[in-house]
């Protein structure tokens, strides 16, 4: 099983800048994207980026573009999710997913860590 474990979440003023991390265990080699997801407080969770884990390819939610990135680290299966300018409106639950070759959705799921973004 591939275990997707999640950290640096947490609360920061509006304008702040905050960087997750998602460290894939496991069997990664079956691997091809990995990506974040976001759920706001009562509202349904919702794509904000990813990453092709062989070519680095990326897809960026328009609400996220230009504020955040998506990386990956060289040595590591990490992938980062570099959020700057946080706004209120990016509070939720973030969410560390990874997909398998082939597959049409993603198959694992981190636990999901909390950003808070005060105004």
């Known amino acids: 099983q591939v275990q997707l474990v999640e950290s640096g979440g947490g609360l920061v003023q509006a304008g702040g800048s905050l960087r997750l991390s998602c460290a894939a265990s496991?069997?990664?080699?079956?691997?091809?994207?990995m990506g974040w997801f976001r759920q706001p407080p009562g509202k349904e969770r919702e794509f904000v980026v990813s990453?092709?884990?062989?070519?680095?390819?990326?897809n960026t939610a328009d609400s996220v573009k230009g504020r955040f990135t998506i990386s990956r680290d060289n040595a590591k299966t990490t992938v980062y999710l570099q959020m700057n300018s946080l706004k209120p409106e990016d509070t939720a639950t973030y969410y560390c997913?990874?997909?398998?070759?082939?597959?049409?959705?993603?198959?694992?799921w981190g636990q999901g860590t909390q950003v808070t973004v005060s105004s």
């Open positions: 990453l092709n884990w062989a070519n680095r390819a990326t």
């Open positions: 997913a990874a997909r398998k070759w082939g597959a049409i959705d993603y198959d694992y």
């Open positions: 496991g069997r990664t080699v079956n691997l091809n994207r």
